[in-house]
């Protein structure tokens, strides 16, 4: 009775890892992206708010696809809820300094919105289209399986 809870806790904090290193990924992707722009300096001048977005995108949009990838490879039992938890530990422990101070936490949510929101709703979103589209192939298949002449 203990172990298959064991085993969803253990499952939980590996992919609370696995989300701890890809939102570490990000950042350092993003901060890369600031210091070796593929946008010309034209770019940054006009139209900077483009710069940002496109450079955020490029950064946190892999990374949330990848992670939802793995988390969907490791979870058996309850894959959406478990990633969901997974990826809520990890944000509360990257905000954990900033969750002391109830007067921070509007403030800071609304500047890093940006990276708190898709790696919240992003893992568990990839996990649930991928167990989607496998039930719906499977159910496809059954439906159009072997025919009785051959």
């Given amino acids: 009775m203990v172990r298959p809870?064991?085993?969803?806790?253990?499952?939980?904090?590996?992919g609370a890892v696995l989300g701890f290193v890809f939102i570490w990924l990000a950042v350092t992707f993003y901060g890369l992206l600031a210091v070796w722009s593929p946008y010309s300096m034209g770019w940054w001048k006009h139209h900077i708010r483009a710069v940002m977005i496109g450079s955020q995108l490029l950064a946190v949009?892999?990374?949330?696809?990848?992670?939802?990838?793995?988390?969907?490879?490791v979870y058996k039992a309850r894959p959406v809820l478990?990633?969901?938890?997974?990826?809520?530990?990890?944000?509360?422990?990257?905000y954990a300094d900033t969750l002391w101070t109830p007067d921070l936490v509007?403030?800071?949510?609304?500047?890093?919105?940006?990276l708190f929101l898709p790696f919240l709703i992003g893992p568990p979103l990839v996990v649930f289209l991928m167990r989607t589209a496998r039930t719906n192939s499977r159910s496809r298949d059954a439906l159009t399986g072997p025919r009785s002449g051959q």
């Fill in 106 to 114: 509007g403030p800071t949510i609304r500047l890093t919105w940006n």
């Fill in 82 to 94: 478990c990633s969901a938890m997974s990826m809520s530990v990890v944000l509360l422990a990257i």
């Fill in 61 to 73: 949009i892999p990374c949330v696809v990848l992670l939802g990838l793995l988390l969907n490879r």
């Fill in 5 to 14: 809870q064991l085993s969803l806790l253990a499952g939980v904090l590996l």
